[in-house]
């Protein structure tokens, strides 16, 4: 079944190239089936190419996926034209009475400051508690993992000492629950932060259940355990290059930065990439829509608040 998104969102283009299922709304509204009605806040700064990652792991699904993009009004993006967001995304207080099947939160470039220091941060509190009652089913990823993980449980995130870069090993720990259905026992997947959440305080809490972890970048993969959240610490939805895109961006800035562990196939940027975790991203995201999402939603999504207690 297709993800439908809005007419003409150039995202669409390129989904088109790469046979990715979708259609418009417009064609959707003639479909006799309801949807998942599902909002993505995109905090990303590339607006565009983050939409595209996360509408390829959406439109790889068995089930039909209605999106709605959503932008902060706290903060408006440097990065892209205030037309685009115009026509393509919406704001809180313009959904707040609408109901989700699920919401996505994206990773954001603010891992190193205090969360109450970041600029929408009181915005991003008032979703995280209305989507208690107005969402069935959350997946946080990267900043977005550590920013619900310390709103929701008071788990505070760490300065690493160095930036955890690159295609890290991980390992399931419970292969019976539900999200990592059909993986295997190890798997590869990106990470590319600052900081990592203290994971002690994850493990003592009664209502998380960790699911993967890596030797070397820790805790990917958290639930609570009603399933109604879901943390990601790395990012699956990236794509082949965008570790590569991110390197070149420091080096011409002149930050400091590694080359990506376990990212090229040779020993410098201008080797092949190695695209390895594309299997296992799509099965997470197939996972939860299903198990998570699907399976538990109520059909009439106004009785939401009764049955997302």
Not at 35 to 57: D, S, W
């Amino acid at each position: 079944m297709p993800v439908t998104i809005p007419k003409d969102l150039p995202s669409g283009a390129v989904l088109k190239e790469e046979n990715i299922f979708f259609m418009t709304s417009e064609r959707a509204i003639h479909q006799d089936i309801r949807p998942l009605q599902i909002a993505i806040l995109n905090l990303m700064p590339n607006k565009k190419k983050t939409e595209e990652q996360f509408l390829r792991l959406l439109g790889n699904t068995a089930l039909q996926v209605e999106v709605t993009f959503l932008t902060t009004a706290s903060y408006e993006s440097k990065n892209t034209p205030r037309s685009y967001l115009k026509t393509f995304y919406r704001t809180f207080d313009e959904i707040k009475e609408d109901r989700f099947d699920a919401l996505i939160v994206t990773g954001s470039p603010v891992e190193t400051l205090a969360f109450e220091n970041v600029a929408y941060w009181n915005e991003l509190e008032k979703i995280l508690d209305w989507a208690e009652q107005h969402v069935y089913s959350s997946l946080f990823v990267c900043w977005a993992a550590q920013a619900a993980l310390y709103h929701h449980y008071g788990i505070d995130k760490q300065l690493l000492p160095s930036k955890l870069f690159g295609v890290y090993s991980h390992t399931v720990l419970d292969a019976k629950h539900p999200l990592v259905r059909g993986f295997d026992d190890q798997f590869r997947a990106p990470h590319s932060r600052h900081t990592a959440i203290d994971e002690a305080k994850v493990r003592k809490n009664s209502h998380l259940k960790v699911l993967c972890e890596s030797e070397e970048a820790g805790i990917y993969l958290i639930t609570s355990k009603d399933g109604r959240k879901v943390f990601i610490t790395g990012h699956s939805e990236y794509d082949k290059q965008t570790l590569h895109d991110e390197y070149q961006r420091y080096l011409k800035a002149g930050k400091p930065i590694s080359k990506p562990v376990g990212y090229y196939l040779g020993e410098d940027e201008s080797s092949p990439v190695q695209m390895s975790w594309r299997g296992h991203a799509n099965l997470l995201f197939t996972n939860w829509l299903n198990y998570h999402v699907y399976q538990g939603t109520p059909y009439h999504l106004e009785e939401l608040g009764v049955h997302a207690q």
